[in-house]
């Protein structure tokens, strides 16, 4: 990693001047394991080189890294400097109509009804709903808008990419703090499946960030039907092998109590 008063001047559309001072502020913090290239001049971290403004984020980085992948950011307007070769599973293309997410994100900001054409998995044919969005989901794989559905007089999911020909309906007749299940809140206990062995729980402790037995991840309980599918929580654990099957849910009685019925929409 390395940089340069010409990259400042690049991604941040800085002057000169600027970017030279902006760097001899940061060196007055004498950074550690900072090394300056005369031929490049260019400033590099050395392999002992410690941040003084900010520590180190993975996740940034590998989500950046992401966002390159999808074609979503180009690698120069990143913060990754070098970008390593990569690759990452494909995933199906879930097209939303640009001005379908712009229909729904301005009725959450202003709060009104949309009248929808939807399709849903009860029909063979779309039919026109009356929705009252007032949120945003993503359940690892799709886009949902959060709404009041005036047909079934429900809070309810539906997929962005099944929705289409929105209109304004009016101002929106219900309240997003009486939908109980966006609100709510459950804790899923994990730890490693207890028919690994003590080297593999070990390892998939690492992978899930498991300090001690187990670990809570907190979910919305409307979304909880797509957290556990998505974790492979949804079936018992004696359903799959351990080897595929590397985390329980410790808390599998509690969770049942809180999981509400879900219907396709």
Same mark, same amino acid.
């Given at each position: 990693m390395s940089v340069s008063r010409s990259d400042l001047v690049r991604r941040f559309g800085v002057s000169m001047g600027q970017a030279s001072a902006d760097i001899a502020r940061y060196l007055a913090r004498d950074p550690p394991g900072i090394v300056y290239d005369k031929s490049a001049k260019r400033y590099a971290a050395g392999h002992d080189f410690k941040p003084v403004l900010a520590l180190p984020d993975s996740g940034r980085f590998?989500?950046?890294?992401?966002?390159?992948?999808?074609?979503?950011?180009?690698a120069g307007d990143t913060m990754l400097g070098t970008v390593p070769p990569f690759d990452a599973t494909p995933l199906p293309q879930r097209p939303?109509?640009?001005?379908?997410?712009?229909a729904v994100w301005r009725a959450i900001r202003e709060r009104y009804a949309l009248d929808i054409l939807y399709q849903s998995m009860s029909r063979p044919e779309p039919a026109r709903r009356t929705i009252e969005p007032h949120a945003l989901a993503h359940d690892g794989f799709r886009w949902h808008a959060?709404?009041?559905?005036?047909? =079934?007089?429900?809070?309810?999911?539906?997929?962005?990419?099944?929705?289409?020909?929105?209109?304004?309906?009016?101002?929106?007749?219900?309240a997003p703090e009486n %939908?109980? %299940?966006?609100?709510?809140?459950?804790?899923?206990?994990?730890?490693?499946?207890?028919?690994?062995t003590p080297a593999q729980a070990r390892a998939i402790a690492l992978d899930y960030?498991?300090?001690?037995?187990? =670990?809570?991840?907190?979910?919305?309980?409307?979304?909880?039907?797509?957290?556990?599918?998505?974790?492979?929580? %949804?079936?018992?654990?004696? =359903?799959?092998p351990p080897s595929e099957q590397h985390i329980i849910l410790v808390n599998r009685k509690d969770i049942e109590a809180a999981r509400v019925r879900r219907v396709e929409t």
């Open positions: 590998l989500g950046e890294l992401r966002l390159v992948d999808l074609g979503i950011l180009q939303i109509d640009p001005f379908v997410l712009r959060r709404a009041f559905d005036r047909e =079934t007089g429900e809070f309810r999911d539906f997929v962005l990419g099944r929705l289409s020909k929105p209109k304004p309906r009016g101002e929106s007749g219900s %939908d109980a %299940d966006w609100r709510t809140f459950i804790e899923l206990v994990i730890a490693p499946h207890p028919g690994l960030g498991i300090r001690g037995r187990s =670990t809570s991840l907190k979910v919305r309980r409307a979304l909880l039907f797509y957290a556990l599918k998505r974790l492979g929580l %949804d079936v018992a654990p004696e =359903t799959r």
